[in-house]
């Protein structure tokens, strides 16, 4: 990382991981002004939560750095905006992405601007992605006459540089503007590298496991979670011809393309693993289908409207262009193109037909290595 001319303050998220914990370092060692801030957000009181364990953990690499730390309460904005839209969305039968609204609410929402009011030039994140500063297409009008590009520059979000890391798909709702006083130091490393780097800065946790599951919140059975604020209620499993072959228990813990969870009990002769293809809510039934079934079921779409769009750069924005998508972290990317864009509205089409695109889900689009912005599937 280069350093800076003139010391720029940047507050950094620091999870108690070692990416953020190397990003702070990285960003101490280029010269900038770091202060890590540790983000309390709210804890359900019957699981068993390491947030002190994290919290100790990026209080000794500030220690170590020699740098400020703060802990930041955004329980209320956590419990809302993630944990409360999660239920709400799987109790009417979607599937939402906790992690994308965490982003956006939480680290790129109240700490994003609790920063900014604290006088911050950047803030930073452990997330594996890029940005980078382009010159903008825009074109000035007055009076109704185009006059000339603006010659100003834009900030885009670029995937990283470790593509099993990358996590510009749960970054979609940031701005430009957003982007431009946002730092991803690890963004251009791969994972060894950055461990490595942790070694080298004597960092204590250097051999730290990474975290899995809910954002902030770690690993747990997201059915689990689910019953503790939704009823569990009986109902069938249904063949793709409408025959009763077991039972689950609730249509609004599953999401399509699962094959776990619900209980088969009259097998067929070929006893293939059986994946969820439809729900319906109001039946409380699912609908299961074999590989070799998928096909000729009618969950598979070509084409589909994203609603709660977010371009990053809405005049660089192409019609009928040849972008590629991915409606999952880490599925692999499908050539598409937007037919049609509407303020906050979006209709895809994608060149091959898509099996188990789930409402509520998020699909994000790209040109090469640049996220271009996403959508919520209605």
Sequence with gaps: MKSVAKVKKVYVGMSG???????????????????????????PDWFECTWREDRLDAMRVAAKLDIPFVTLDLEKEYKKEVVDYMIDEYEIGRTPNPDVMCNKHVKFGGFYRWAMEQGADYVATGHYARTEQVKSQKVRIENNNKLGKLGTFDFQLLTA????????????????????????PVGDMKKPQVRKYAEKFGLANALKKDSQGLCFIGKVDVKEFLKR???????????VEGEVVGFHNGTTFFTLGERHGFIITKKSTLDEAQYVVQKNIEKNTITVSSVSQIEKSENSVTRVCLNKVNIINPSELKINYPYTARARYRQELVGCKITEYSGQTIRLEFNLPQENISPGQSIVFYDADVCIGGGIIE
């Design 17 to 43: 991981g070692v990416d953020s914990s190397v990003s702070s370092a990285l960003l101490k060692k280029a010269g900038y002004d770091v202060t890590g801030v540790f983000i309390k957000v709210w804890q």
């Design 161 to 184: 540089l470790d593509s099993n890391k990358d996590q510009s798909y749960f970054l979609w709702t940031l701005t430009a503007d957003q982007l431009a006083h946002t730092l991803f």
């Design 229 to 239: 604020y939704i009823e569990p209620k009986r109902g069938d499993v249904l063949s």
